[in-house]
């Protein structure tokens, strides 16, 4: 038996069973610390033996996220395509982090080394992080437990961005809407589906699966195949909305934003262009925040009550709804004008 040096902690080594096993202790690798390291060794060891604990298997981490993210694709996820690219999105950072490090060897300290180093080296926000989080979460719980490459889920020792820190809503400027468009316009897909968006207040995959039959020209209204009970509604058109759909539905496709690579299928998501997009008319935002800007625009410009604003979204109620909606600096001033003017006016008294 033997603890070992690894990074700034004391690791154990020692054969079970034919393997080799090699684990963290948690100890920072001091002089003072060294005799606990050597309790803990032949703790855990004794463990194995009386078979408290079971002997995880050795699998490198980015071999092991293959398999998960292959997993996902055609079992776990395969309806939920979009859940699907969420977690490979978000375990990208942590295959490159974490590298070929067997899983079993992460603990809670390896993820907070992470989640700082997305916070320094990347600057992402708490949003991205809460993703990246919840992402590992699952790859532990579902995956990894079950097969025995881990013996604990080390994410859940690390605190997450709340979600009121995580939330990550941008609404887009009228200048910032004619930057964006102005380069969005080089890609017909793109520029039709973010103008839907910021148009009709639709999620970005809402718009990308519609077909032909999902638009009534005669009565002026489009159907929207929501998840959920509420998110299932038919939207009255406007103009524009009407003239690209009108041009989408006379190409003559099974969908209104068919795949050019696998026909047969719409489009799944235009992120890549978006961001080209992005960078190119220098601003930045994700198309799910021309929703937000749909929603904010319908009451602060419109005057829309909020109760429409979430039949609108799609949304079964207002407190779902109120993270979309933020006025703007000149709409909140002039609603303390009038307030204040208000307040100011003689009171008018009945007899």
């Known amino acids: 038996m033997a603890i070992e040096r690894r990074g700034n902690q004391w690791y154990i080594r020692f054969q079970f069973r ?14 003072e610390n060294m005799a606990l390291a050597k309790e803990r060794e032949k703790q855990r060891k004794a463990e194995l033996q009386l078979g408290k604990t079971r002997l995880s298997q050795k699998v490198p981490f980015d071999a092991a996220v293959a398999q998960f ?17 969420r977690l490979k999105t978000s375990l990208v950072s942590a295959v490159e982090f974490f590298g070929t490090l067997h899983v ?5 300290q390896h993820i907070e080394d992470h989640k700082t180093w ?3 080296e990347h600057k992402v926000k708490d949003i991205t992080i809460r993703h990246d989080l919840y992402a590992l979460s699952v790859f532990f719980r579902k995956f990894a437990l079950k097969r025995g490459w881990a ?7 690390v605190e997450k961005p709340s979600d009121e820190d995580a939330v990550r809503i941008h609404v887009v400027t009228p200048e910032e809407e004619d930057l964006y468009f102005a380069e969005a316009a080089k890609n017909q897909n793109l520029y039709d589906l973010a103008r839907l968006i910021l148009l009709q207040g639709c999620r970005p995959e809402e718009i990308l699966a519609m077909q032909p039959e999902d638009v009534d020209f005669r009565h002026n209204v489009m159907r929207v195949s929501g998840k959920t009970r509420a998110g299932r509604r038919e939207l009255e058109m406007t103009a524009e909305t009407a003239s690209i759909l009108r041009r989408r539905v006379e ?3 099974k969908w209104l934003f068919p795949s050019p690579r696998k026909p ?17 008319a220098r601003v930045s935002f994700v198309l799910y925040d021309l929703r937000h800007t749909f929603a904010t625009r319908q009451l602060t410009e419109v005057g829309t009550d909020l109760g429409t604003v979430a039949d609108l979204l799609g949304h079964s109620g207002l407190r779902v709804v109120a993270k979309y909606i933020h006025p703007r600096a000149k709409s909140k001033s002039e609603a303390m004008k009038r307030y204040d003017k208000m307040l100011r006016a003689p009171l008018t008294r009945t007899k």
Not at 18 to 31: D, F, M, N, V, W
Not at 272 to 279: R, S
Request: hydrophobic share 30%; charged share 30%.
């Open 18 to 31: 034919g393997k080799e096993l090699r684990e963290p202790t948690g100890l920072e690798a001091t002089r």
């Open 69 to 85: 993210l292959n997993w996902c694709e055609s079992v776990e996820y395969r309806r939920k395509r979009n859940t699907f690219l």
């Open 104 to 108: 079993d060897e992460l603990i809670a």
């Open 118 to 120: 997305r916070a320094s």
């Open 151 to 157: 013996n604990d889920n080390p994410v859940k020792e």
């Open 251 to 253: 190409q003559g496709d």
């Open 264 to 280: 047969g299928h719409h489009i799944v998501q235009l992120n890549g262009a978006h961001l080209q997009a992005c960078i190119d």
